[in-house]
């Protein structure tokens, strides 16, 4: 089976990673948006239900059988160990839907996973090259700020709590600039010519 390499795209809250893979589809790549399949996950996935609701009660889901995030998010927020008890169940079953979905899409060249949090390529994923979108802090918050009906002190909140943009660089194989004074489109051309190249040069 010919798979198609598979990117990884990363950043903090703001820093536009989404629009860079809107930039991406709009050039016919598909794109594994991981966090909110995670979510859908979650909800629909029996082996997942199972096993948040050993590990955090019932109340882990709501009346209408939906993912409780408010009280997951109270429990685990201050209880690293718990946290990671929780994504040691959630992360394996998204990793398998990821492979199941790119090998959805052999022949095509490449495809892009969008996902918060990311390991470098190669470490305990199947990302082939990761790509960094970076802004700087106080762009990230206005952006964030005109988008969701947050505070800014939560917004600052959230960035501190992130991983920081100087561990993002060390996993990055590309790092795209999203500030005032850098075009978006040219970056995401070049990396468009580069991975199509990276995989013809496969053959």
Not at 77 to 92: C, G, R
Not at 106 to 116: H, I, L, N, T
Request: charge should be negative; hydrophobic fraction near 40%; proline fraction near 3%.
């Amino acid at each position: 089976m010919d798979l198609p390499l598979l990117i990884g795209v990363t950043g903090g809250i703001g820093s536009g990673k989404s629009m860079v893979c809107k930039l991406f589809e709009c050039l016919d790549i598909p794109v594994y948006y991981a966090d909110s399949r995670a979510k859908w996950l979650t909800n629909n996935d029996r082996e997942i239900r199972e096993k948040v609701v050993a590990l955090l009660g019932d109340e882990a889901y709501d009346q209408d059988g939906m993912y409780n995030t408010r009280f997951v998010a109270s429990g685990v927020f201050k209880n690293e160990s718990l946290l990671k008890e929780l994504n040691a169940i959630i992360h394996p079953v998204v990793l398998r839907d990821t492979k199941a979905w790119v090998a959805q899409h052999a022949g095509v060249p490449y495809v892009v996973k969008e996902a918060a949090i990311m390991a470098k390529a190669g470490q305990s994923n199947a990302v082939d090259y990761v790509v960094v979108v970076e802004a700087p802090a106080e762009l990230r918050v206005q952006r964030i700020l005109q988008r969701d009906k947050r505070s800014e002190q939560e917004i600052r909140a959230i960035i501190e709590r992130q991983v920081s943009d100087e561990s993002r660089r060390e996993i990055a194989d590309y790092i795209v600039n999203n500030d005032d004074a850098s075009e978006l489109i040219p970056q995401v051309l070049h990396l468009h010519e580069l991975f199509l190249k990276r995989k013809s040069s496969q053959y």
